[in-house]
């Protein structure tokens, strides 16, 4: 059908790319390919992936910043209702940009999608009254695996948009994540 844009190593971060769909719209609405194997492979993406997640959330609630230890997920994000501000921190112990982060805007309107490669913390925070943010992921969850950075830890400094009088809205484990060590 049409041809999916990659931009790779966005942020100057190897490995994350953006992924905009080609969009065909008409008075009756649009189709897209959200996901198209081997268009991907002609960009030089060949990861499998192995699972496909959604979650819902409430404006305010921030998720994350997540991540597998030793069964680490590269993950393909997009959000099918509302606006997230979506980040992949790398964490990759020998890599040039290890710490460094990059964000970005996700929502049902631009339809871009967001791939972050094993090794990287990732999370959101929801922008909109609601949300829905579909993933496919690389390996699948292993619960006792699971580990996590605080999303406002110092050293990473990540400038989430959080306006005025947006109360943040996190879960009890994400409330417990420490620092990034050095």
């Not at 390919?33 to 699972?51: D, H, I, P, S």
């Not at 710490?99 to 090794?119: R, T, V």
């Amino acid at each position: 059908m049409g041809k999916i844009k990659v931009e790779k190593n966005v942020g100057g971060i190897d490995g994350l790319m953006v992924v905009e769909p080609a969009v065909f719209s008409d008075n009756r609405g649009y189709f897209m390919e959200t996901y198209n194997k081997k268009e991907l492979e002609e960009a030089g993406f060949t990861r499998e992936f192995v699972q496909d997640n959604q979650s819902a959330s409430v404006c305010g609630v921030l998720r994350g910043l997540h991540r597998q230890i030793n069964y680490p997920q590269g993950k393909l994000v997009r959000v099918i209702t509302g606006k997230v501000w979506d980040v992949a921190v790398d964490l990759r112990k020998n890599s040039q940009t290890y710490g460094k982060w990059f964000g970005i805007e996700l929502s049902a309107e631009n339809k871009k999608q967001f791939y972050i490669p094993e090794g990287f913390a990732h999370g959101f925070l929801v922008l909109s009254d609601y949300a829905e943010f579909c993933y496919k992921v690389t390996d699948f969850f292993h619960p006792n695996d699971e580990s996590g950075i605080a999303w406002n830890d110092p050293t990473l400094a990540i400038k989430w948009p959080i306006p005025d009088g947006m109360e943040l809205i996190l879960s009890e484990k994400d409330k417990k994540w420490g620092f990034l060590e050095p």
